[in-house]
């Protein structure tokens, strides 16, 4: 295939990559008419979690935030991406809770659905697939990418026929570590291929070490036509790589896309005034860490752990928390390092690190998954991890635990017997009633920011840019600027 399609991640897992998810929906507004105009394939628009953050942090409404991106981007799909075996980690639910949830989000503007199981158990995501489809969505199943002994071409091989089984409209290979090399895309590529047979295939990966661009790049030479990207002030870093990158190195080589240059160029300026506005980070090129590779562990959780050991004064131990959680990582069984059990494996690693004893103290997370609780692993739980999991007093409970699947009554009678549906399931997400207050409190979604101040500013920038210009004079009625060399 000659053409390429693209997905933008700038709304969802770019900004959460980059921006920690501060990203309100004023920000993004004044370009949304743009980004429908850009030609790309898909939006990433949003996630379960997204949700929680938008009620909590910026007291917008979820569900309107996707409908004015629904109105405003219009033709081309918003997709959402989600942990499909079941509906909340805090929670774990499944049955008719995920059939109205799929429902509601094709209701409220979200036509395409990205639905995933961190340990690629395709079976505990089945029944996820099927409510999508019945909900008239589109569904796009990752295969989730790791490195471990166990996660070999010929394993992704097999979670490919079992994805295939359940009848999506396509795949991706999703690299949530940047891990991938173009080596290692030259052979799981056609293997994955080759069991899939005519769906097409996508590919997700971050610039974690720097290769996501060859790799993607390789995957083009193969046969992958869409790749996910992000508008340039959000990419690269931990973020996927730059369309304005991507664009360069595919037509170069000499493939097509529907993409609007005008259009990208001007969603790339906004983003890169409201980074500067807000204090927010630019995606740069990272240094090459070779370290990535062995402990797995994204960005933010590290972030995180740096934080809290610095708040004990153990920030110089860092380093012996990841080389700990290479060693908690195998004992489970090579977890893929992916929300969230990255987060696990990483809680564990410190408090060994800091008891000086290995599962001195086990926390209940992990209990839960040497138990199968979350899912069968790709390997095998050490007998160590194993036996001490078994000896605490919640072992029996998990080792024959089932997801529970509550009726839609039965949820409304805990989370409110006269709300609407949509409510309710960000009663459900959300859990403390007093953030779902404050968030009606606040009203409607601002879509405003202050066009003018980034007027001025960018006419500022302009005007100094010209070199020859030795003296600048502004006035207005109510403002007065001078800049001398």
């Known amino acids: 295939m000659n053409k390429i399609d693209f997905v933008d991640t700038t709304l969802r897992d770019a900004h959460q990559s980059l921006w920690g998810c501060k ?12 980004i429908g105009k850009a030609g790309y394939k898909a939006i990433d628009a949003a996630a379960p979690t997204h949700f929680v953050y938008f009620v909590r942090n910026f007291r917008e409404n979820p569900w309107e935030r996707m409908k004015i ?5 219009n033709k081309t799909p918003l997709s959402l991406m989600m942990l499909a075996s079941t509906f909340t980690t805090f929670r774990p639910m499944r049955g008719p809770i995920i059939d109205l949830w799929m429902k509601r989000c094709y209701a409220n503007g979200i036509k395409r659905i990205q639905p995933m199981d961190a340990s690629n158990n395709m079976s505990d995501i089945s029944e996820s697939v099927q409510y999508a489809k019945d909900a008239g969505m589109e569904v796009v ?4 990418f790791s490195l ?4 070999t071409d010929d394993h992704y091989a097999q979670k490919a026929r079992d994805a295939v089984a359940m009848k999506p409209h396509s795949l991706y290979l999703k690299d949530p570590g940047g891990l991938l090399t173009p080596e290692r895309i ?11 047979g005519d769906l097409r295939l996508e590919l997700h990966s971050h610039c974690t070490t720097g290769l996501a661009p060859l790799c993607y790049l390789e995957a083009i030479k193969l046969g992958v036509s869409t790749l996910h990207t992000a508008s340039r002030p959000l990419a690269t870093s931990s973020s996927q ?16 896309d529907n993409l609007d240059d005008e259009s990208i160029t001007l969603i790339a300026e906004h983003f890169t005034y409201v980074a500067k506005k807000e204090g927010l980070p630019i995606g740069a090129p990272p240094e090459y860490d070779l370290m990535q590779y062995e402990h797995q562990i994204p960005g933010g959780v590290i972030s995180n752990l740096r934080r809290q050991l610095s708040e004990i004064g153990q920030e110089d131990r860092l380093a012996e928390v990841i080389e700990e959680a290479i060693a908690v990582r195998r004992d489970l069984g090579y977890p893929i390092m992916v929300t969230p059990f990255s987060q696990y494996v990483a809680t564990q690693a410190t408090i060994n690190v800091m008891l000086g004893e290995r599962y001195k103290e086990v926390i209940d997370e992990v209990v839960r998954m040497a138990m199968g609780y979350y899912g069968r692993q790709a390997g095998d739980v050490a007998p160590e991890l194993l036996d001490r999991a078994e000896k605490t007093p919640q072992a029996k409970e998990y080792a024959n635990w089932e997801i529970p699947k509550p009726t839609i009554k039965e949820l409304r009678s805990e989370y409110g017997l006269d709300v609407s549906e949509d409510e309710l399931l960000l009663r ?4 403390e009633p007093k953030d779902i207050e404050a968030m009606h409190a606040a009203g409607p979604i601002k879509t405003n920011y202050p066009r003018q101040q980034k007027d001025f500013t960018a006419l500022i920038e302009k005007l100094v840019s010209k070199r020859k210009a030795a003296y600048i004079y502004i006035k207005t009625d109510q403002f007065q600027l001078t800049l001398q060399k």
């Not at 471990?148 to 996660?151: A, E, I, N, R």
Request: charged share 10%; with cysteine; proline share 9%.
């Open 69 to 73: 991106l629904h109105k405003a981007i």
């Open 23 to 34: 990203m309100s929906t004023a920000m993004m507004y004044d370009v949304l008419p743009l």
């Open 428 to 431: 459900i997400l959300c859990q």
């Open 141 to 144: 199943i990752p295969l989730i």
């Open 241 to 256: 790589p730059s369309i304005e990158n991507m664009l360069m190195n595919i037509r170069h080589l000499g493939y097509a």
């Open 148 to 151: 471990s002994p166990v996660h």
């Open 186 to 196: 030259r052979t799981l590529i056609p293997k994955i291929q080759d069991n899939i």
